[in-house]
């Protein structure tokens, strides 16, 4: 499968090469042109944070190609091993901070838990993220890439099941998920997908059915990624939040309609026993939406910032 980057950098007049490259993932129907994605590049790029924004596949008007058609909202973790290698190259030396907007959220969560070997924080993991990267099936393994800072989860919805954040979105949002879900995943990529099989082409007719609701769409959605049965589908997308060990900032706003603050609730004990998790309780801030009084800026964006450039100072003063 393939994946295409943007890469927005600082002003050189005023960049420091100490501080981390931020890696974002956008979210399930946006891609790096969206506003969510650009406007953030831009605005840690203006606070001396190079960022890269990775349009996952099939996204980005990337031709996802018919050898491997495989697609997931919430990623693939051997398609951030390739990007992070890219990385690596760019910009040697330099650690990495993984943020993620609503789906590429728990794409971020999911990948500080499970490649938390290669943990800046840790002596032994920093010296071998060095030299190697993570061999978890990606075929990645003696490649270069950077040591993983930290990791930033804005307005996540944590369960990624059909019983979780996606049947907790009550209409009319649930009607627009699922008309996107319909469009981004069966629809744009119906050609491809139908010339596979029989069995994919009713799937795909499936999706696209007017009377399929939107759990069973994302069910339905699921058996795009390539995976077969839910339970493997859950082991390679399931968010542990018990696993992450790198400082991993937590946002969500309670007036959230998309990702609704029960999915919070509903980790609340995970979240208050993992002492590299801090959550940021929002009042108010929508889905993405989180703007100042006048509406001229994103608060977000100069938290999320701040955690970042907070986590390098702390990593260079205790690796001083």
């Not at 420091?16 to 946006?30: E, I, M, S, T």
């Not at 790198?246 to 609340?268: F, H, K, M």
């Amino acid at each position: 499968g393939q994946v295409a980057l943007d890469l927005v950098l600082p002003d050189p007049a005023c960049a420091d090469q100490k501080l981390p490259v931020c890696v974002l993932l956008h979210g399930a129907f946006q891609d790096s042109t969206s506003v969510t994605m650009s406007d953030l590049a831009l605005d840690l790029a203006e606070r001396g944070l190079p960022a890269v924004v990775m349009n996952r596949r099939g996204y980005g008007g990337i031709d996802p190609g018919d050898a491997e058609l495989r697609l997931s909202m919430f990623g693939f973790d051997e398609d951030l091993d390739d990007v992070l290698q890219l990385v690596a190259q760019r910009q040697p030396g330099r650690p990495i901070a993984i943020v993620g907007f609503s789906c590429g959220s728990g794409f971020a969560g999911r990948y500080a838990g499970s490649r938390g070997l290669w943990s800046a924080w840790s002596r032994l993991g920093g010296e071998q993220a060095s030299q190697e990267g993570p061999d978890a099936g990606g075929g990645s393994a003696g490649r270069a890439r950077p040591r993983l800072l930290c990791s930033v989860a804005y307005d996540p919805g944590y369960d990624v099941s059909p019983e979780g954040a996606i049947s907790r979105i009550k209409p009319p949002f649930s009607w627009f998920v699922n008309f996107s879900m319909k469009y981004f995943y069966a629809f744009r990529h119906r050609g491809e997908f139908i010339k596979k099989s029989e069995s994919w082409a009713s799937l795909v007719g499936a999706m696209l059915s007017p009377t399929t609701g939107v759990v069973e769409t994302f069910r339905k959605c699921r058996k795009l990624s390539g995976v077969d049965g839910s339970s493997a589908w859950l082991d390679m997308q399931e968010v542990r939040l018990q696993e992450i060990a790198l400082p991993s900032l937590l946002i969500n706003s309670r007036d959230d309609p998309i990702c609704v603050w029960q999915n919070v609730e509903a980790v609340l004990g995970d979240i208050k026993a993992n002492p590299n998790l801090v959550l940021a309780d929002l009042q108010r801030g929508a889905h993405g939406c989180k703007f100042t009084l006048w509406g001229t800026s994103n608060f977000a964006h100069r938290m999320i910032a701040e955690f970042v450039i907070s986590a390098s100072e702390e990593w260079r003063a205790g690796s001083s």
